[in-house]
């Protein structure tokens, strides 16, 4: 173990790939459309894992792997069908492998497999239980007479891997026999087996082995083993992946086609002869694959070698050093600001020429640091569909989460932030919005209900959105328990209107659910959730569709570390805006303003936009309607998620790129503020958080 610790980081990061893989597998098991798919990609997963955890000496794991293998290969011969008890066992073992795998990442060894895991898949093996679901076709194999003597000959002796192989040749044109021998003293010669293995599993399928199943890998063999492959990649391009797997001695490989199942030839390769002298034709037959791949769009082919290089021009890196990079991008950016200032103080035409060159350095480093630390959607959005499968499960009302937008990319930091605010809008869909089966028959709508995840980009922003089909939220409701804990006396529950209902599930602590269930009633919720939407310097905000369901929309940064500000002056003091909120800045004299008793308002282009003071918001004395200097007041024409509005300022200052500083703990539950910026001149700014301001 010891000599295999450096390889433990990046051990967890492929596990847990392949346990998202094994858990979107179990899911598609449900639907017949999928199932056959779905038990060849779980095959595959559960393998390459127990290779993984073999080599890496995690015995626990490794056997919950084979089991799970054992009873897959069993669904693909058609044994035993596949449908929701499969997925339980196997969505109960991912359970069970991510807490073995959380020891791994602390160090341990994952401990020992479950046993009830394990007994679970013995008797799915067994057959044990009959199992609802669809059964997974397979195509017929070839009969044994279907061979000529030599494909027989590359056949494996064992009944099961050469179904395996037989199958194979069904779907594909070739399948490759690869004999490998390892050197005569390797002492480990399983894993080097399963090293073998996994680097042809990189380049396609492994059907069969000699050893079959555990034998390979406890090295269960003489001075050599054999695999059988199918998948695009040729023969040479196999035998070159093995070679390079440390102890291997030596690799040939042979070509197994079955004329009665390969796809018609090509005219140029179905009679050489026909068409080229003979030993021209000859040597075409027996050369070796050509080393380059099939030109795309009119490009001069790729060699193998290049192309093989290009599958490792990517690296891990950890979250932990690209957090650094940022952070020293962003102080990079501070510097870059306090020499722009001193330069422009003393003007100093040299530095200030030289700074050119570094803005743009800076700018562009930025952008690719930025980018480094965008991560789809997906990564996040993965794991719901299981979870809304168990809240379906759990409150035994039909349920499904379509989804939408997974490949928006947002900064890792928003995303790992956002995940949790994401699942108590998820579980809120589905306990409170959700009805059972019968009134939802009732009321003419589909027995299963559908709650729809959806991101999309909305300039620097990223919106996000819970919608879902249920009754939507039940403001009378609402106002009855507001009553009864104490919130409002009734007759104030009484004059609240629709929407003034609905922004009372915002209360902390806040809940109409009748007891306390594993899916809510503990008065944990959309309150947490708009909590760290504003965290994050963005909003939330609720659609109420009585009777048709409820929508809930997230709306945050792109990224949090480096943002273009506007530098505004209120008064004395001077605060910057996010350029993404602010769609233009707008003089008006102080006759152009429309007042109306204590509403004011302005009009842009015919649109009439109310009219705030920011002044006045931050608690810093009455606006000056009278104009400045020049008998003008400046108007930002804020975008705040849902509105558009008018905000009175002193000045705009101009407009720089800040570097975005997280307030201290005793501050962040102040609203109005999304962090602090350090200017050119050394102090320090407030960044306004224009969407929560404007709440209040």
């Not at 990609?41 to 293998?69: D, I, N, Q, W």
């Not at 609905?502 to 708009?530: K, W």
């Not at 930002?636 to 703990?665: C, F, H, M, P, T």
């Amino acid at each position: 173990m010891s000599g295999m610790a450096e390889y433990r980081e990046l051990f967890v990061a492929e596990a847990q790939e392949n346990l998202q893989a094994l858990s979107d597998g179990a899911l598609k098991l449900e639907r017949a459309d999928e199932a056959r798919e779905a038990v060849d990609s779980l095959f595959r997963a559960a393998h390459t894992l127990k290779g993984m955890s073999a080599t890496m000496g995690y015995e626990g794991l490794t056997r919950v792997c084979h089991a799970m293998e054992d009873v897959l290969e069993a669904v693909r011969s058609g044994g035993r069908e596949a449908g929701p008890e499969l997925a339980d066992a196997l969505l109960a073992s991912v359970d069970a492998m991510t807490l073995m795998l959380g020891d791994v990442a602390s160090g341990g060894d994952g401990g020992p497999a479950e046993a009830a895991v394990l007994e679970r898949f013995r008797g799915l093996e067994k057959g044990g239980g009959p199992a609802q679901g669809p059964k997974v076709a397979q195509a017929p194999p070839p009969s044994k007479a279907a061979f000529p003597a030599e494909i027989e000959a590359l056949l494996p002796r064992d009944e099961d891997s050469r179904l395996a192989v037989t199958r194979a040749l069904a779907d594909v044109p070739v399948v490759v026999r690869l004999t490998v021998s390892l050197v005569k003293d390797c002492a480990f010669k399983g894993v080097r087996a399963l090293l073998v293995r996994k680097a042809l599993e990189r380049l396609g399928s492994v059907v069969a082995t000699r050893p079959a199943g555990k034998g390979l890998e406890e090295g269960a063999f003489g001075p050599d083993f054999e695999l059988w492959t199918s998948g695009d990649a040729a023969a040479r391009d196999q035998e070159e992946a093995v070679l390079r797997v440390l102890e291997v001695a030596q690799v040939s490989s042979a070509e197994l086609r079955a004329p009665l199942f390969s796809p018609p030839a090509r005219p140029e390769a179905s009679a050489p002869g026909a068409a080229l002298p003979e030993p021209v034709a000859e040597a075409l037959v027996q050369a070796p694959a050509a080393e380059t791949q099939e030109p795309e769009n009119g490009e001069d082919p790729l060699p193998a070698a290049a192309a093989t290089a290009a599958l490792h021009q990517t690296v891990r890196v950890s979250v932990e050093r690209l957090d650094k990079v940022l952070d020293l991008v962003g102080e990079l950016v501070t510097a870059k600001i306090r020499l722009t200032q001193i330069a422009r103080d003393n003007a100093l035409k040299d530095l200030n020429e030289a700074l050119i060159q570094v803005d743009h350095v800076v700018n562009e480093l930025q952008q690719e640091v930025t980018a480094a630390r965008m991560v789809p959607m997906d990564q996040v959005f993965s794991r719901f569909p299981r979870l809304i499968r168990d809240l379906s499960r759990a409150s035994g009302k039909p349920m499904e989460l379509a989804l939408e937008g997974g490949e928006i990319e947002l900064d890792r930091g928003i995303l790992s932030e956002i995940g949790d605010a994401l699942v108590h809008l998820l579980r809120n869909a589905a306990d409170h919005g959700i009805e059972p089966t019968a009134k939802r028959s009732a009321a003419g709508k589909p027995a299963v209900g559908t709650i729809r995840l959806e991101a999309r980009r909305d300039k620097n922003h990223v919106v996000i959105s819970v919608e879902d089909d249920g009754a939507g939220i039940d403001t009378e409701r609402i106002r009855q328990v507001a009553v009864r804990k104490g919130i409002l006396d009734a007759e104030a529950a009484r004059r609240l209107s629709e929407e003034e209902a609905v922004a009372l599930i915002f209360s902390p602590g806040f809940s109409t659910a009748s007891r306390v269930t594993e899916l809510s009633g503990r008065g944990v919720g959309v309150d947490v959730v708009r909590s760290r939407a504003e965290a994050l310097g963005g909003s939330l905000r609720v659609e109420n569709f009585p009777g048709r369901g409820a929508r809930f929309r997230i709306r945050v940064p792109l990224t949090l570390a480096i943002i273009r500000a506007l530098r505004v002056r209120v008064g004395s003091e001077t605060y910057m805006a996010p350029v993404a909120n602010v769609l233009e800045a707008v003089e008006y004299s102080a006759g152009e303003l429309l007042v109306s008793g204590s509403e004011r308002s302005v009009s842009l282009r015919g649109e009439i936009l109310p009219l705030y003071s920011l002044g006045e918001l931050l608690g810093l004395g009455p606006a000056a309607l009278g104009g400045g200097a020049h008998g003008l007041v400046t108007v930002l024409v804020v975008d705040s998620g849902e509105r558009r509005v008018g905000l009175l300022v002193d000045e705009v200052q101009g407009q720089q790129e800040i570097a975005i500083k997280n307030l201290v703990r005793a501050l962040k539950s102040v609203r109005g503020f999304g962090g602090v910026t350090i200017l050119g001149d050394g102090s320090v700014c407030l960044i306004l958080d224009l969407p929560s301001l404007l709440d209040l």
